[in-house]
């Protein structure tokens, strides 16, 4: 019985060191192969979602982050969906320069139900053609400075959906945090940057991404209400023949979590 046991350890051991083991030649992917030169730069009216409850003491500092972009600011206009708040996230945004959208629904609550109803907003104020991406942020993330303008460089080379690189503000609060944003750091860097020179399809990670409007006509909306809708929406992008982009020089840090 001990053998049998041991036998089927080291298949399933097997298994999954020869699943895995294409990670291995991507650290040297990463490390040593070039990132092609960008072509001819467009520049592009973005819309910024950004899905918000509760979270009036961190928003100010990712509008701020937004305002001080290095791309022309009248291409930029930020949306805030206001997702069943108690506090002044809110009127901290209004206060920030963010156009706010109030939702209260008990029923449909989390992020992907609030970003599809501010894009329902979005729509009809400005119409379906307007802007020609949507960045999505999370309340408590803040981006470098030419995070939008190189974002739009690899947008101008025809990706459809692009991803950013997610850093940490909080690396060395404690091991957990630091947990994360290893994490989080080698599936930028080790993964999503060997999958972009390797010309693969990269995979969006929660927060800091761009979709062009026609990806959004394509679904009807943000119709991705998962726990994980990052990766419903990779997924399904990737099933449709989208090549997810990467981008290793748009830099914006996340908060990560520090206990269980």
């Not at 506090?87 to 939702?103: H, K, N």
């Not at 400005?126 to 981006?143: R, S, V």
């Not at 470098?144 to 739009?152: A, D, F, G, K």
């Not at 850093?167 to 999958?195: D, H, P, V």
């Amino acid at each position: 019985m001990n053998e049998m046991v041991q036998a089927i350890n080291f298949i399933i051991g097997t298994l999954f060191t020869v699943c895995f083991a294409y990670q291995f030649i991507y650290i040297l992917i990463a490390l040593f192969k070039k990132e092609k030169a960008h072509g001819p730069e467009k520049m592009h009216r973005y819309a910024i979602l950004i899905s918000a409850r509760n979270e009036e003491n961190v928003i100010g500092h990712l509008l701020e982050s937004i305002h001080a972009q290095d791309y022309p600011a009248e291409l930029i206009k930020v949306f805030v969906a206001a997702d069943n708040c108690t506090d002044r996230t809110a009127e901290c945004a209004r206060a920030a320069g963010a156009e706010v959208f109030e939702r209260f629904n008990p029923v449909r609550v989390g992020k992907g139900y609030a970003l599809n109803e501010l894009i329902r907003y979005i729509h009809g104020a400005y119409g379906e053609d307007y802007f020609d991406g949507y960045f999505i942020f999370d309340a408590d993330n803040l981006l470098e400075p030419n995070y939008v303008s190189e974002m739009n460089r690899t947008f101008s080379d025809g990706y459809q959906v692009v991803t950013g690189y997610r850093n940490s503000k909080n690396y060395g609060e404690n091991w957990i945090s630091s947990g994360y944003a290893l994490w989080f750091l080698r599936e930028s860097q080790f993964l999503n940057r060997a999958r972009m020179v390797s010309g693969f399809s990269c995979g969006v990670s929660g927060t800091g991404f761009l979709f062009s409007r026609e990806v959004l006509k394509r679904y009807g909306g943000w119709n991705f209400f998962l726990l994980t809708e990052d990766i419903e929406f990779t997924v399904n992008n990737i099933l449709d023949g989208e090549k997810i982009g990467y981008c290793s020089k748009a830099m914006l840090y996340d908060e990560q979590p520090v206990r269980f």
